[in-house]
């Protein structure tokens, strides 16, 4: 996948385009990037998404804007392995939201990236001022050398897929309900980097994964395997939260320890995969206390684990036997 920072002033090839956040790229998003690659089939145009960086909202009001369920380069890498050919990182700033509904159509979509097939949601707005929709799209398609289709919202279980939802299904710890919305298991990727090492100072070495995010989704303590360290997950119980009982005004953070390993993990790339939320974040008196309920959590996340390794091999001896 071919990876464009902005949109230039002239395109080099025509192309098959969606455009959109596409936070978490769930199966809603999937299921847009099928149709794309559909509709450009005939005559095999590239297939391509257009996305922000900020988002929208994280530029009009940032202090409102929702958490995101992915980083950019946790997106861009999951739209590559959804088969998209090129993305366009679009930066969203004064000027861009200052373009009228007219200019985005001709500036963007017509000269800009060759556009010939275009997909947008049913509820697509575009242009300051939101003036522009699929209506608009569909009138000038036809003199801006496009075809447009709407797609409507996909539905599993009988709820509409929004990243909304999958925020709010985070936040309850239903990590399976946030599973069958995204098509996959949510993590969090990113590469370990230094901390202040008070883990280890207190017998819970942990890993440091960069978040690359204003707002994590999740907040508490958590049972975790880690992906991105061999031919196996790793088991692990994981802290995400701003640590008030040794930060006064922390920033999220993501800890990770895991059980019987040793090795450093400085500067690698690794997928936290949450199982179960255990509890909250809370601040303790001091450290004593933190390390005693630190203990606690990791024999309830170690009972997880032997729990869950009892049911598979419950259920493969039931196999056998059928």
């Known amino acids: ?3 464009f920072r902005g949109i230039p002033a ?3 090839v025509p192309i ?3 455009i959109g956040n596409f936070d978490g790229v769930h199966l809603g998003h999937r299921a847009m990037i099928a149709r794309l690659a559909e509709m450009a089939r005939p005559p095999a145009l590239p297939v391509a998404v257009m996305t922000f960086e900020p988002q929208p909202q994280e530029f009009f009001a940032p202090d409102q804007a929702p958490a995101r369920l992915t980083s950019l380069h946790e997106k861009l890498t999951i739209l590559r392995d959804c088969g998209i ?3 366009y990182v679009c930066r969203f700033d004064y000027a861009f939201a200052q373009l009228s509904a007219s200019e985005f159509i001709a500036r963007i979509l017509k ?10 949601g049913d509820d697509f707005r ?8 699929f209506s608009l799209l569909k009138s000038r398609a036809p003199t801006s050398g496009f075809q447009v289709e709407a797609m409507t919202s996909v539905v599993v279980a009988g709820e509409r897929v929004s990243s909304t939802v999958i925020r709010t299904r985070l936040e309850q710890g239903d990590f399976s309900g946030a599973g069958q919305l995204l098509g996959r298991p949510y993590a969090i990727t990113g590469r370990v980097v230094d901390g202040d090492k008070l883990g280890a100072k207190i017998g819970y070495p942990t890993a440091n994964v960069q978040l690359k995010r204003a707002k994590a989704p999740l907040s508490g303590i958590f049972v975790v395997e880690v992906d991105g360290l061999g031919n196996r997950a790793m088991p692990g119980v994981a802290s995400l939260g701003v640590r008030p009982t040794v930060k006064e005004r922390g920033s999220p953070t993501l800890e990770v320890h895991l059980f019987d390993f040793n090795a450093s993990l400085y500067g690698r790339r690794i997928a936290v995969r949450f199982l179960k939320k255990l509890r909250d974040e809370q601040k303790f008196a001091d450290i004593d206390g933190l390390v005693a309920q630190m203990d606690r959590d990791a024999a309830a996340a170690r009972d997880y684990f032997f729990t869950a390794e009892a049911q598979r091999r419950r259920e493969g001896a039931e196999e056998r036997r059928q």
């Open 1 to 3: 996948m071919r990876v």
């Open 10 to 12: 002239r395109a080099d």
């Open 16 to 18: 098959a385009l969606t």
């Open 85 to 87: 050919d090129r993305a």
């Open 111 to 120: 000269d800009g990236l060759a556009v010939r097939r275009l997909l947008v």
């Open 126 to 133: 575009f242009g300051a001022r939101r003036s522009g929709d």
